[in-house]
Each structure stands twice: as C-alpha cells, then as structure tokens.
C-alpha cells in the first residue's frame, strides 16, 4: 500500500510540474466556479456559451474548492469514455493543451500516466526504447482513450523514485490498437463461452502469475455471479438481463447470483 501510494501522491505533483512550463491542464470536463457573496458553487462546461456573463462567480481549481463544493452536492464530472453498451470504459485523469513553442495545437491526454520506477531498466527503456515498448500495458490504455476521443496526442511523465529524475515525453497513440483493443473487449464483455487460453502449458510464465489460473488450467469453479453466468446477458446502460426470468437484474443482486447459475465455462 505505501508503494502504491507513492505514485498516487505524485500526481498532484506532476500536474503542478506540467503548468509550472506553461501546459493548459484541464482535470475534469467541466470548469468549477464559486461566489464568494453568495458562497455557492457551479459547475460548468468549458465549452459553455458565458456570453450572457455569470454573475458573482468566478473560476477555482484547487481540491480544497472541489471537495467543499463535494460537500454542497456539486460535483465536476471527470472526461470519460464508454462502450459495450456501458460495460467497458474509464475515465481519464485530464486533457492538456502544450505550450506554443512545442508546436502543437491539440489537446493532448492525460490518465494516470503519471508513473513510478526504481533505477533500472522499467525506468530507463522508456527513455531508451520509448512507451510504445518499455510500457506497452499503460500505451494500449492511453491508446484506447486516444482512439475513442480521436485524440492524437498522450503525455507520459515517469518519475524515478531513487533519484526524483523525471523523463517526460508526448507519444503518439495508435488509434488502430485502440480499436482493436475496443474489439476484444466487446468480444469478451458479450460471449457465452471463455476465451482461448494464451498457452495451454499451465507453468507459461503469463499462467504462473495469473489468478484465473486454477479456473482456466485445473477445472476449479469460477465464482457464483450473474456475469459468470450463461442466462445473463450484458445489455443498455451497463445493465444486465436474465434470460431464465426474462427481467432486469438489480445491481446488488449481480454479483450474489442464484441457485440455478450455469457457469460460462461449464
């Protein structure tokens, strides 16, 4: 958990880094406002049309102003993308705009990629190999966010946490493995059956450190839930039917399953 910690509390940090050389940082889709005189809060799209002014309101960004204005029940949505009928999605960390001198105009994105390393290679190939490949998990990801918001353009900054050194880089994403990558989910948020194994030799050392790895190597159940189960379907919104009771499944029941669960694996 301290581990874990130390590159979460880094993020205030790199994002301060990010605006102290002359980046535009947007943290969430919507801009937060605040009347002094009538201490009250608005949230606000950044695309809204103000011509008809906003009063006493001015805008804030700072937590303290987000998580007082938490406290009054208004909220800054975060920009999020979405898909499979609401099963697959995420949320980004922000969009950032470059200053001029690195010639380029459009936004760029920013989803906790805002990394932690020890000295060695896990910090030093990005600088040497590049994202694409010292980083391939957290590149397919930013890729994702890139293709769905046809955003061209990502921000990686990684912090070396023996010596505070920080490699900083503005990769282009590959919209094609985003799409792709969208495809498997589908495929997998919608299928009756599990998918291929990546090896079938259980000591593959992917299959080693893999915690389906009893289900998918030595027949042990899977867990009891409606997403496990064949007469459940992912539909709209996120939501899930069953098909042996032709109804809605309510939310808190999704994950406790009944007695007459048939296992997609089965």
Known sequence: MRLFNVGHSAEPRFVAYIRGIGFEVREHSQQLWYSSQLNEYKAIDWDADLSGGVGSFEPVDNPFHIKRAESYGIKVNQYRISGAKGHYGGSLDGLCKAPSRYQLSEDIIFLNEFKTNGTGKGFSDVQDKGVAKAKPKHYSQMSQYGYQMKIKYGLYMIENKN???????????????????????????????????????????????????????????????????????????????CHRFSDLIPDDFIKVGCEYHLPISG
């Open 163 to 241: 010596d505070s050194s920080i490699i900083f880089k503005v990769v282009e994403l590959d919209w094609n493995l985003g799409a792709q990558l969208e495809k498997k989910a589908n495929d997998i948020i919608f299928s009756k059956e599990p998918p291929s194994r990546i090896s079938d030799n259980p000591a593959f050392f992917n299959c080693k450190f893999c915690h389906q790895a009893g289900v998918c190597h030595r027949n042990e159940p899977v867990d009891k839930n409606c997403r496990s189960c064949r007469e459940a379907e992912p539909i709209e919104n996120g939501k899930w039917k």
